[in-house]
């Protein structure tokens, strides 16, 4: 099969951390190596689009309409994951979806993807979370979603299973610090509180968004800012850090969690959205993203837990290797290119 790969403007802001591009440059891969074609699209070039056999779009937003609308008048075969990360009520969504009127030209993203439905042969799903929004928030037939879990990243190449870590006891968090949404300013009090030691990484965003980090840590010595680190730095903080938390407030899977996860470290997650799917009651720590106290106490019972690990790793390493995930994702292409 050729396929092409759409990703959505903004990506080009984000950078390499931005997790729907890593997401779609592993999936691209995967498949390159089975002997599959895949076309990063680049709006600068030009296609022959009928030469494709899938165009998958990442993401969703006012972008989508013109080019889903013309584009698949060149090609039939559109599909799309719309990366839904939201703790927003489904009748919520589904009231929006009726927010738009194409006449004249006043669109909501909502509105856009329903509007768009016939035109696109599948949606992909990170979860069940998400295909609920799917099912529920814009009447999309059961037998046009797809649940393809995302797997988790090797940073090296040796086989992580046969790998084993020595453990020091500090807590680490990796992400956007800059987004509300990730909770560091809760983390960041959790720590204050409870007086575990925390290790930040991820982009930190400008002058005036570390000065804020840095004015909301204030003068304790048991929080670190790392900032963005390179692939070799992450494996090593991975390696090193006995618990790893990602107690956001909005999350579609959280990818750092599952890489953290086959590192042999214990996992505290926010118990909202699709993420505790991803971990079988007992091999995580789900808390509630808005209360400190729940944060704190469950980051200091991971730090004292020896016994979470390996069967986490071993359940990771089984659901949500990369093969496996990526067959679930080739199969439904072939679904959709065989179809007439």
């Not at 469950?298 to 016994?307: K, P, Q, T």
């Amino acid at each position: 099969m050729k396929i092409a790969y759409v990703m959505y403007p903004g990506a080009c802001f984000m950078g390499k951390a931005d997790g729907i591009r890593m997401q779609a440059i592993v999936w691209a891969n995967e498949i390159i190596k089975r002997g599959h074609a895949v076309d990063f699209i680049n709006p600068w070039e030009c296609y022959n689009w009928k030469e494709f056999d899938i165009v998958h779009v990442f993401s969703f937003g006012l972008w989508n309409y013109d080019f889903i609308y013309w584009g698949s008048g060149l090609n039939k075969n559109i599909v799309i994951s719309p990366i839904i990360d939201s703790n927003t009520p489904h009748w919520k969504y589904k009231l929006a979806t009726y927010a738009g009127f194409s006449k004249l030209r006043m669109f909501s993203q909502n509105y856009v993807l329903r509007s768009l439905k016939p035109k696109i042969k599948m949606f992909f799903a990170r979860s069940e979370y998400e295909s609920d929004y799917f099912r529920k928030g814009y009447d999309i037939e059961e037998e046009k979603i797809s649940v393809v879990p995302l797997s988790y990243r090797k940073l090296v190449d040796e086989e992580l299973s046969a790998r084993h870590y020595d453990k020091e006891p500090f807590c680490l968090f990796v992400g956007e610090m800059t987004q509300e949404r990730k909770n560091v300013a809760r983390i960041i009090e959790a720590a204050k509180k409870y007086n575990f030691k925390l290790v930040l990484a991820g982009d930190t965003g400008n002058e005036e968004s570390i000065a804020k980090l840095k004015s909301q840590i204030g003068k304790p010595e048991n929080i670190e800012i790392k900032g963005f680190v390179p692939d070799a730095e992450l494996e090593s903080l991975y390696s090193r850090a006995k618990v790893f938390a990602l107690p956001s407030i909005s999350e579609g899977v959280g990818l750092v969690a599952l890489e953290a996860a086959v590192h042999e470290c214990n996992i505290v997650i926010t118990n909202l959205g699709g993420p505790k799917e991803y971990y079988p009651d007992g091999l995580a720590y789900k808390v509630n993203p808005y209360d400190v106290d729940d944060i704190g106490r469950s980051i200091v019972a991971a730090l004292e837990n020896n016994e979470q690990q390996p069967a986490l790793k071993e359940h990771i390493m089984k659901e949500y290797n990369l093969s496996r995930c990526v067959d679930l994702l080739v199969e439904s292409y072939e679904k959709v290119a065989k179809a007439k």
